[in-house]
């Protein structure tokens, strides 16, 4: 699947879901417990947390294992520049 122009923006959405929660480097969240989040603030849909998800692993912030979503060192420090979406 293609990279959108939105993705971008829809990963940050999702970093801010980490930032509110005070999730740390190296530490996780349930899969689910983000994508409800996500939906729940209407960040977007279902389709546009998946991109999300994709955008941030292929870019080193996020890493996904056993259905936990860890955020990564690289993903702590941009989630410094992420504004609260919540």
Known sequence: MATLPADEDYARALLSIFKAKKIG??????LSEAQAAF???NMGRIADFE???Q???SRGWLA???DMIRL??????EM???AGFL
């Open 25 to 30: 480097a190296r530490q996780s969240l349930r």
């Open 39 to 41: 939906l729940r603030q």
């Open 51 to 53: 991109a999300a998800l």
């Open 55 to 57: 955008y941030a692993m």
């Open 64 to 66: 996904l294992a056993l």
């Open 72 to 77: 990564t060192a690289p993903g702590a420090e």
């Open 80 to 82: 410094q520049s992420v």
